[in-house]
């Protein structure tokens, strides 16, 4: 299979997911993301009525989406479209004019103290080699997947086929690939 | 009288006019309308931007910063913009905008602003003693029939009266 | 009974970003009013001359396309001050990106410079010629064909003046309008409303500068035109979402019933549009003398409008919404 | 006396609504002391020489008519009055406050609201007059150590006219009426007597515009004391504080919801309200007069009071609270009754009984901390949504 008819994707179970910070810290590590700064992130979402209420805990980052708004917003073409639908910034081409910023409805990029925007590559460094990205491997509960969605064969795309799932602001009109099991 | 210039109203119904400003004012707000106190907030505004420490510390002024919100983000503060707005239409309309100085025949310019920022420190202090200037409390609380605010009214009236004659010669 | 309850505890601390996104400052609004402020100046110094088929007669007539260059160069410099790294900047001019209304606003603006020095050049006077050649020393040959060049297609230059000046105008409000993420921006409406906001604010300031009698009264009547026009837009961009969905109705409460509220109100739409409208009907219907006071309302009142829709479109976030 | 009015203390609009209204409230009132001819500082001043009674005439027409028009609304039960936040009374204070305003008025031509006007009118001694306000506002901040006692000294609460003499607003409306009229007929003949006398001409007032506008005054007092007799429920004086009456539901609710929007305290003695009090009341501090620690607490929150059992009305101590005061009806043991004993299972089970059974079962459980509690305490307002920083994670 050629590179380019790849589509790498997360897939995050909510129902597995128990909010113990380790995808965020193995990111801080394995990417070197600045003190105060990170690429990935939980959120406890509480919704319901008293006293009926569910909860839902999920790993976000950024969505790698299938029609960007960030690339779209970038005068000068640092953020881009890579290998395997992965959005990545091109540092050297980043005058840090914040367009992209403004224009992710996931609010997941954001300024590198050294002056380019910067965000989840997806581990692309690491895929590259034939690895998983950091967070997903250090996983305990296991409820980070990720894949080749153009392979119907790979871990993502069967979960995807078997479970129930949604992806976060599908009204954005983005594309996002992750997808979260619920 | 330039020529631009239109009558003043009646004072009666300029009178009447204000006062169902004031009860919209009570009808909206249940409060009524002041001045004193936006400008004491730009002041304090600018003296926290100068010394922060001491009005925090300033056991009255104080007050103003404590609870964190911006100085001037008050009900009064954007009344008294309205008031600027509302003069400056009623001076244009009215052909009565000019720039200048107000004063009597017989003082000069330099006279009649110091006499004007003498006064005015004067009414500052007095308007935060009092709880409220001539609209704060005489007008505003004169018509909710607080009897401080009466008090103070008969008080205002006193006091420029009793000072008149010695300043008479700024005027006329 | 109760209402749906939602509670989302955030992990994310990013500074810039949460827990409200603000990476644009006071620079960017600066930089948008400059902006308009300059589009307007060039629509309306082209149209005033088009249609009276006469050039600025006043020296600070003469001066304003000058004044517009410094004054976009103060635009350039506050965008400049927001880079997060000033020394990429030269990326602008490395790519043009057909999608990134930046990309074009970055195009567009060095197009603006020659436009303005080409349209000011050719409307000076005589004398003004005489002293400016006299300063360029060993330029001189350079400037008179520019010159030469600036007389001869006087009219070609101002009518690209105004469309140039239009498209800024207009990018300024679509730099914003384009950013879907953003619930309060993302309006088509966004471009024309600071295309007015910045006719009407570059009226005010021509209107501070000393001008014939004919020009005033013809640019006080476009000011009013254009404070009409912009109240219009105001009111459609704010019924599109107050009438839109919940998260619409959420961006709309920004400015109806949030935090900036007050501001909008007093300082845009009372101070800035209404009572400037009055004062200049009242100006043009009764020949009142003018007063700097009414531009100057304009003027606070376009800078207004620029910082609270880019504070409080950054306060409208698609993760805010319920 | 409940009526719509005051929109804002009514809850109708938020405060950024509020001050965004302040601008236009604000723009009448400029428009109309310009109309009355206060921003010209020589203008203003003839008040105390006697050549122009303007200032008298704008502002009692202005005070006649807005009380007026509160006595009519109020009488027809439109406006809730004892909603109105009227300024309290500190006797020295006032009137030490008021003789120097007055002087400080002569002296600079200008009270610091017209000063605004003068300045939008285009004269510099305006605005230097507000610099003065502004150094006086700092200068009293300054002094604020030694003017602290006198400050605070002759403090009487919030005394009306209206309460001192135990009649209806209306009647006090009309009185004040009466009184204006009579202020305005001496100050027109002071002025033309003054006029005489200089040899110069009375400022010129159309006397059919203000024969007019006195009649209107009247028709407005007469109409004022009309309403009295259709609304008799309006005769009484409005009480200072309406107090709410709660039920131990509606507490335990707010308890839950928004521990922060209320005072509880509990009026029993100090050994009955340290063995067993509603959780989060307060006890009545000893040692200090009850109705000093009412007044020094701040009026944002509901004070809800309750004794051992039904308490009528909370006490005059209460009343000192300058907020919204509630009484806990059947007192600390409805409360025990009705929250901290277990809820009888529902005798049918339609929709509403068990939405019921449900609730009742969620506050007992969160106030006793039985089995089966529910989740920890959220606010509910419409549509929360917050985010909120925590630790860890980056």
């Known amino acids: 299979m050629s590179k380019t008819s790849r589509r790498y994707a997360m897939v995050m179970d909510t129902k597995k997911c128990v909010g113990c910070n380790a995808c965020v810290l193995a990111c801080k590590a394995e990417n070197n993301v600045p003190e105060g700064f990170c690429r990935d992130w939980i959120v406890e979402e509480v919704r319901g009525t008293f ?35 992965v959005v990545l910034v091109t540092h050297d081409k980043c005058t840090g004019c914040k367009a992209c910023i403004a224009s992710c409805p996931y609010d997941a990029r954001f300024v590198h103290p050294e002056g380019y925007v910067d965000k989840c590559t997806f581990c692309l460094h690491r895929v590259q080699k034939g690895q998983l990205p950091a967070c997903v491997t250090v996983c305990p509960t296991r409820s980070l997947h990720f894949g080749d969605l153009n392979d119907p064969d790979s871990d993502v795309s069967r979960l995807l086929a078997t479970r129930k799932w949604k992806v976060q602001h599908p009204e954005a009109g983005t594309d996002p690939h992750v997808f979260f099991l619920v | 009288m330039n020529p631009q210039e239109r009558p003043l109203w009646n004072p009666y119904v300029a009178g009447a006019f204000l006062g169902l400003v004031l009860l919209a004012t009570y009808l909206l707000m249940g409060f009524g309308l002041g001045s004193s106190a936006a400008v004491t907030r730009v002041a304090v505004a600018g003296a926290h931007a100068v010394a922060p420490a001491a009005i925090e510390n300033n056991g009255y002024l104080g007050a103003y910063v404590s609870s964190g919100a911006p100085i001037l983000e008050d009900w009064m503060v954007f009344e008294v913009i309205g008031v600027f707005l509302g003069g400056l239409l009623g001076a244009y309309t009215g052909g009565r905008l000019k720039k200048g100085v107000d004063r009597g025949p017989r003082i000069g310019v330099g006279g009649r602003l110091g006499l004007a920022l003498a006064g005015g420190v004067l009414m500052g202090f007095a308007a935060r003693l009092a709880r409220g200037c001539t609209s704060g409390q005489a007008l505003t609380g004169g018509a909710a029939l607080a009897v401080g605010s009466w008090v103070f009214m008969f008080a205002v009236f006193a006091g420029g009266y009793a000072l008149a004659p010695l300043v008479r010669r700024q005027w006329r | 009974m109760n209402p749906q309850l939602v509670e989302i505890t955030h992990g994310r601390t990013n500074p810039g970003i949460d827990p409200v996104l603000h990476a644009w400052g006071w620079e960017v609004p600066v930089y948008l009013f400059l902006g308009g402020l300059v589009a307007g100046v060039m629509v309306l110094l082209a149209a005033l001359e088009l249609k009276r088929r006469a050039k600025a007669t006043t020296p600070a007539g003469q001066a304003m396309p000058f004044v517009a260059i410094g004054l976009i160069s103060l635009g ?85 003046s105004m469309a140039v000046g239009a498209g800024l105008g207009v990018y300024t409000g679509l730099l914003l309008g384009t950013l879907s993420a953003r619930l309060l921006w993302n309006s088509a409406v966004m471009g024309p409303l600071f295309l007015a906001s910045g006719v009407s604010t570059g009226a005010a300031l021509l209107l501070c500068v ?113 | ?189 002071v002025e033309r007597l003054l006029a005489k006398k200089g040899g110069t001409e009375a400022p010129d007032v159309d006397p059919r515009t203000r024969n007019r506008v006195f009649a209107g005054f009247g028709v407005a007092a007469a109409l004022g004391l009309a309403a009295l007799a259709v609304t008799p429920a309006a005769i009484a004086p409005p009480a200072p504080s309406p107090v709410a009456q709660w039920d131990a539901e509606t507490l335990a609710d707010a308890l839950v919801r928004d521990p922060g929007s209320v005072y509880l305290v509990d009026l029993r003695d100090a050994a009955a309200c340290g063995k067993d009090r509603i959780a989060g009341a307060l006890c009545l501090p000893e040692g200090e007069e009850p109705g000093a620690f009412f007044a020094t607490l701040p009026p944002t929150r509901t004070l809800v009071v309750y004794g051992a059992s039904d308490l009528a009305d909370a006490p005059a101590d209460a009343r000192r609270f300058t907020g919204k005061v509630a009484v806990l009806t059947g007192g600390h043991a409805a409360f025990h009754s009705d929250i901290l004993t277990p809820p009888p299972a529902p005798t049918e089970a339609t929709p509403r009984t068990l939405a019921d059974f449900e609730r009742k079962q969620a506050l007992y459980a969160w106030f006793t901390g039985a089995e089966a509690a529910p989740p920890p305490v959220m606010p509910t307002r419409k549509a929360v949504t917050r985010k909120t920083k925590k630790g860890g994670g980056c």
């Open chain 1, 51 to 85: 006293p009926k209420l569910q909860a839902e805990i999920r790993s976000e980052r950024c969505n790698h989406c299938g029609d960007p708004p960030c690339v779209d917003a970038c005068p000068t073409g640092a953020s881009h479209i890579a290998e395997g639908g």
């Open chain 3, 76 to 160: 350039m410099g506050a965008l400049f001050l927001d880079l997060a790294h000033k020394v990429h900047v030269y990326r602008f001019y490395l790519s043009f990106e057909a999608t990134s209304p930046m990309s074009w606003g970055a195009w567009i603006l060095m197009i603006v410079y020659p436009v303005l020095l080409l349209q000011g050049l050719g409307g000076l006077s005589d004398g003004a010629r005489g002293w400016l050649r006299a300063k360029v020393g060993g330029l001189g040959t350079l400037l008179d064909r520019v010159q030469a060049f600036a007389d001869a297609k006087r009219r070609p230059i101002l009518w690209t």
């Open chain 3, 210 to 322: 000393k001008l014939d009698h004919e020009a005033h009264h013809t640019l006080v009547r476009w000011d009013t035109l254009a404070i009409g026009v912009e109240l219009a837009l105001l009111a459609v961009l704010l019924l599109g979402l107050v009438t839109g969905g919940s998260a619409q109705q959420v961006a709309a409460d920004t400015l109806l019933g949030g935090r900036y509220t007050p501001y909008f109100w007093s300082l845009v739409v009372v101070g800035g549009l209404a009572v400037p409208l009055v004062l200049n009907v009242v100006e043009m219907r009764r020949g009142l003398r003018p007063t700097l006071l009414t531009p100057a309302l304009v003027l606070i009142g376009g800078f207004a409008l620029r910082t609270l829709v880019v504070a409080a479109g950054q306060y409208t976030s698609f993760g805010l919404m319920p």
């Open chain 4, 1 to 189: 006396m409940n009526g719509l009015f005051p929109l804002y203390q009514k809850g109708a609009f938020e405060y950024p609504v509020a001050m965004a209204l302040a601008t236009l409230l604000g723009l009448g009132f400029g428009f109309a002391l310009e109309r009355g001819g206060f921003g010209s500082a020589r203008r203003l001043a003839a008040q105390f020489y006697g050549t122009d009674m303007r200032v008298l005439k704008v502002m009692f027409s202005a005070i006649v008519t807005a009380t007026v028009g509160l006595g009519i609304f109020g009488g027809l039960g439109v406006v809730d009055l004892g909603a109105l936040q009227i300024p309290g009374t500190w006797w020295w204070p006032q009137i030490v406050g008021g003789f120097v305003l007055g002087a400080g008025f002569i002296v600079s031509g200008y009270c610091p609201g017209t000063a605004v006007v003068a300045t939008a009118s285009g004269n510099l001694d305006g605005i230097v007059s507000l610099v003065g306000v502004m150094f006086g506002a700092l200068l009293f901040g300054a002094l604020w150590p030694v003017l602290e006692g006198f400050y605070q000294s002759g403090e009487a609460g919030v005394v009306t006219l209206n309460g001192m003499l135990g009649v209806p607003w209306a009647v006090v409306a009309a009185g004040v009426v009466a009184m204006a009229v009579g202020a305005f007929l001496f100050g027109e003949w």
